[in-house]
């Protein structure tokens, strides 16, 4: 169930404001043929990468990210790796910037480098943090949601009550239900066309798949 007390204050920046953020550190790259961690296929990418080299508009963006929440509702922030390390550290700091007393604490789920699903868990004594505590989950890009999903069940597997699922972008359509029916806040939603290898356009006509960005390089490999 998600925590009523969780409340919506809306972003202070619109769509346009927020992509243009994106596009201006190269964060959303178009015009080649891309495949995404799904396995599907489209001729955009959303280069979550290219926004963590610059701390000012990462920090920027994850204050975004935490604005809808009163930060006395958040006891931990929690990102899955590798990306979600960088968003639970600014997204804590700036709940903290806001906070009259207490302290919102950071950590991250890892995932598994063996085992045949490799799922997220918490290591480093992070476990301690969860039990009981209030916490907001945080991802980059959603595009089928499993990575939040799997940490979220993780969480609640561990006693602790998963408040919202804050992301930078929704590029998936990613719904409540699709990750535990969880509030999500999503900083901008952008509607890609995707898709199946079988089905893919690009394929048909040949487009060079894309070796730097994604998934390509594994895809052809196989």
């Given at each position: 169930m998600v925590d009523e007390t969780?409340?919506?204050e809306g972003n202070s920046m619109n769509d346009t404001n927020i992509k243009h953020m994106f596009s201006g550190v190269g964060a959303i790259v178009t015009g080649s043929h891309?495949?995404?961690t799904s396995g599907r296929h489209s001729s955009v990418y959303v280069n979550k990468d290219a926004l963590y080299l610059h701390t000012a508009t990462i920090s920027a963006l994850c204050k975004l990210m935490v604005e809808p929440f009163k930060p006395e509702h958040i006891d931990v922030v929690v990102g899955p790796a590798?990306?979600?390390i960088v968003l639970s550290q600014w997204a804590a700091h700036h709940l903290n910037q806001r906070r009259t007393s207490g302290e919102t604490l950071a950590v991250y789920a890892e995932?598994?480098?063996d085992g045949p699903d490799k799922q997220f868990f918490f290591g480093r004594g992070y476990t301690q943090y969860i039990?009981?505590?209030n916490i907001l989950v945080v991802e980059d890009v959603l595009t089928t949601g499993g990575?939040?999903?799997q940490v979220i069940e993780v969480i609640r597997g561990l006693g602790g009550n998963v408040v919202a699922?804050?992301?930078l972008c929704n590029r998936g359509n990613v719904r409540p239900s699709d990750v535990g029916d969880v509030t999500i806040s999503a900083l901008v939603s952008i509607g890609l066309d995707t898709y199946a290898p079988e089905d893919c356009p690009l394929c048909r006509e040949n487009v060079p798949v894309n070796t730097e960005l994604g998934k390509g390089k594994s895809f052809l490999a196989r």
């Open positions: 969780v409340k919506r891309f495949v995404y590798l990306g979600g995932k598994a480098a039990a009981g505590k990575s939040a999903r699922l804050s992301a």
